[in-house]
């Protein structure tokens, strides 16, 4: 069980800290609105990996290539959206009347819209946890469990850290402040771009 559990923990972590498209949007809402609203964020993986595990399962191994490649085109053209939201926001900062602008906590909502339409947990789940999961709990269930618990416990505890780690940056002044925003303005758009060319490339 010991060793579901700490594989668990390693793949969550390695996954959490890697550069992506919910990184990149968890920064942007972090600099935009802070690190209190922007915590449900880190819950997102519970909400979305749901019908994701479901699925994978289902057809395990065998997720068609046409999935994929959907999953591809409307990420980027989300990941670009949320580009220019965070490029309206980059650019006005505060309102007319000085006080930074209330936004209404939807940053759970986003991040698990974000989250299923990345490609990474389909493959992640198909190629990797999906099978453990199913060896583990023929082991037994106890160690199925093990694997859940390191994995999600990770994801979660990780992405708060982030979360937490991209608010303090808020405090270095506001040109840091804005130099951040634009680099999470850059990634988003970045990361739209290139799944919307990895789409075109696997239809070619």
Do not use: C
């Not at 708060?160 to 506001?174: C, K, N």
């Amino acid at each position: 069980m010991l060793t579901y559990l700490v594989i668990g923990i390693t793949y969550a972590f390695t996954a959490a800290v890697q550069p992506g498209p919910l990184q990149a949007y968890i920064l942007s809402q972090t600099l935009s609105h802070g690190w209190r609203r922007t915590l449900p964020a880190a819950f997102s993986p519970l909400v979305s990996d749901g019908p994701i595990i479901v699925l994978v399962l289902l057809v395990l191994t065998r997720l068609p290539a046409g999935l994929i490649s959907g999953l591809r085109l409307a990420g980027g053209l989300l990941l670009l959206y949320l580009a220019f939201a965070a490029a309206r926001t980059w650019r006005a900062r505060k309102t007319e009347d000085g006080t930074k602008a209330a936004a209404p906590p939807r940053s759970l909502l986003g991040a698990t819209v974000v989250n299923l339409l990345n490609p990474g947990p389909y493959l992640g789940w198909s190629l990797i946890l999906g099978p453990l999961l199913l060896k583990a709990w023929h082991e037994s269930p106890a160690r199925g469990i093990a694997l859940l618990a390191g994995f999600y416990g990770t994801m979660v505890v990780s992405m708060v850290g982030l979360i937490v780690l991209f608010g303090s940056a808020r405090s270095l002044g506001p040109r840091a402040n804005r130099t951040l925003g634009l680099a999470s303005v850059v990634a988003l758009a970045g990361l739209g771009v290139w799944q919307l060319w990895s789409w075109g490339a696997a239809r070619r």
